[in-house]
């Protein structure tokens, strides 16, 4: 009894630390510190509403998020802005998750921030507070437990261009690009894009963690690689060839395949010997599990 107590402890333990360790990653990469009061911001952003991002869960662990303002390309709003922060809240709170498919109504992806609302806040000031907010989210959103995808049909431009970089991969339609034209805006990326794509360039354009992830280059515009390139242009069989794609990394149950992304997260984030530590830890919370078990009945390591 004593041995089977003493694991049930540990176990709990673990999972109290690893909880402990997404809350600290969910922590603002700003604060009061940094000017930084982010309910005012939010109060200040919904001023300039139109469009929507909607979120819908499905069965399967899946989620599907959708840019919705394609009158505009899907260009985010200030109130777009905060839906997006609060799907991701969302997110972070859904248990049963494994994937996530971000895409953009009408064919097209997204053609970054809505005009109208650059030109309201074009102040200094007011430009980094937006940028402090949505660095906060599109950073929570890279981190979540989930292996989430960029499906780019269409346009994916600037901003758009920068929310791609937080997914974990890219597939692209015919006819699709993406572009950082900041340059053309006199602008640098302020979305945490730039910071993320020269880390993506640096591990050599591919992440061995995940077979498939290539196809980046260091010039403004790139196209996406021969096997990240889905076949259909279609809006709804995009979709499915994106849900049918991401399938080979979903199967299975939710608890791996969460861990399996905590694992590259850290590894992706974390010095080397903070990253080993951590994954010895989310290494502690499946061993001995349900699945584990249940596939050494299997014995599929000697098939």
Excluded at 64 to 80: E, H, Q, S, V, Y
Aim: net charge positive; proline share 4%; glycine share 10%.
């Amino acid at each position: 009894v004593f041995p089977e107590m003493a694991l049930a402890l540990w176990k709990n333990f673990l999972q109290i630390t690893m909880k402990t360790i997404l809350q600290q990653r969910r922590l603002s990469l700003y604060n009061g510190a940094h000017g930084y009061e982010e309910e005012l911001i939010k109060k200040k952003l919904q001023q300039f509403s139109g469009g929507s991002v909607n979120l819908v869960k499905e069965d399967n662990g899946i989620a599907i998020l959708t840019l919705n303002n394609p009158k505009f390309m899907n260009a985010f709003t200030g109130t777009m802005m905060v839906e997006l922060q609060e799907r991701v809240t969302e997110l972070e709170n859904w248990k049963d998750g494994k994937g996530l498919i971000i895409h953009g109504a009408g064919n097209t992806f997204c053609s970054g921030s809505d005009l109208n609302v650059v030109k309201e806040i074009s102040n200094s000031q007011d430009g980094m507070n937006m940028c402090m907010f949505m660095q906060n989210t599109l950073t929570r959103l890279m981190r979540l437990p989930l292996i989430s995808v960029a499906l780019v049909q269409g346009k994916a431009f600037g901003g758009g261009a920068e929310l791609t970089t937080a997914c974990d991969f890219r597939l692209m339609t015919p006819g699709s690009e993406i572009r950082f034209v900041h340059k053309r805006m006199g602008l640098v990326p302020g979305w945490g894009g730039g910071a993320r794509l020269a880390r993506l360039v640096a591990r050599g354009q591919r992440c061995g963690c995940w077979p498939g992830l290539s196809g980046w280059a260091p010039r403004e515009r790139w196209a996406g690689a021969r096997e990240l390139t889905l076949p259909a242009a279609d809006e709804a069989a995009a979709l499915a060839e994106a849900r049918a794609w991401l399938s080979q990394y979903t199967d299975g149950p939710a608890a791996v395949v969460r861990a399996v992304k905590k694992v590259v997260t850290a590894a992706r984030e974390l010095p080397l010997e903070d990253a080993l530590r951590t994954e010895k830890d989310i290494f502690g919370t499946v061993w001995g599990g349900p699945a584990n078990l249940e596939a050494l009945v299997r014995r599929p390591k000697h098939k």
